[in-house]
């Protein structure tokens, strides 16, 4: 007759009560490990004598592989996690970078022309206060080559500038609006190599606006801005309130 003891269940898993040995032995698992079949606890409750296995404190006994292994697969599920924890941060820190970039490229691309240093740095404050940049040309022939290169939203342009001032500057640029080149600037003298080589923007078909700022408020001179092709003028010294009017009206 086989001796039997009742089926033990441990974490939904049982063992198998008939051997060879005429005793009933059972399979322990512990938290979702596994007990090596051939070094299994006795009827009478104690431990083989193997090197392989040891007793805990609850009387139980576990194979030494399987608590090697358990560690192993805790260490591998752990750098697994850590792997997933850098991925995840990685991945966030690449949306963010793509949604820094969208939102600077939806930001309006503004060109100030100005060759006095402490204009430009009163107007670049300015600009900051109202959450924009701009890109910084000192002359009528540095604007023509800046729009050249890149597609603008707005240009502010100073009226009296040295090399080119800013009415002729204007006139070159419409020009080269109507007819899409620049002959009427490189007949004007502005390098035909540099003008050649470095456009890289496709040629928008909508009329840049041009805002003339000019010290000079008398009529003669606002027609004259008009004339040369500018859109509108402000009247210096540039104010923020006048600057957010103009932003205003011809950033959409």
């Not at 606006?209 to 000079?216: D, E, L, V």
């Amino acid at each position: 007759m086989l001796t039997t003891s009742p089926i033990k269940l441990i974490n939904g898993f049982v063992a198998d009560p008939s051997n060879n040995t005429g005793q009933s032995e059972i399979v322990q698992v512990e938290n979702g490990g596994y007990v090596d079949e051939t070094k299994l606890e006795t009827s009478s409750g104690h431990c083989p004598e193997s090197a392989h296995q040891y007793e805990n404190g609850n009387g139980r006994c576990f194979s030494k592989e399987s608590e090697s292994c358990s560690s192993s697969q805790a260490s591998s599920e752990g750098g697994t996690l850590e792997m997933e924890s850098e991925l995840t941060v990685s991945s966030q820190r690449e949306e963010e970078k793509a949604e820094t970039n969208l939102k600077e490229s939806s930001k309006p691309k503004i060109l100030l022309v100005e060759d006095n240093k402490i204009n430009i740095m009163v107007a670049k404050s300015m600009m900051k206060q109202l959450g924009h940049t701009m890109d910084i040309a000192n002359n009528g022939v540095e604007a023509i080559n800046a729009i050249n290169r890149s597609s603008y939203d707005l240009v502010l342009m100073d009226v009296c500038m040295p090399v080119l001032d800013g009415l002729k500057a204007t006139r070159l640029i419409r020009s080269y609006e109507e007819s899409g080149n620049w002959n009427a600037a490189i007949e004007a003298g502005v390098d035909k190599e540099i003008l050649e080589n470095e456009q890289v923007c496709v040629r928008s078909t909508n009329r840049l606006p041009i805002i003339a700022m000019t010290a000079n408020t008398l009529a003669e001179s606002s027609e004259e801005c008009y004339a040369n092709g500018m859109d509108s003028f402000i009247s210096k010294p540039v104010t923020l309130q006048k600057l957010r009017e103009c932003l205003q009206q011809y950033l959409h």
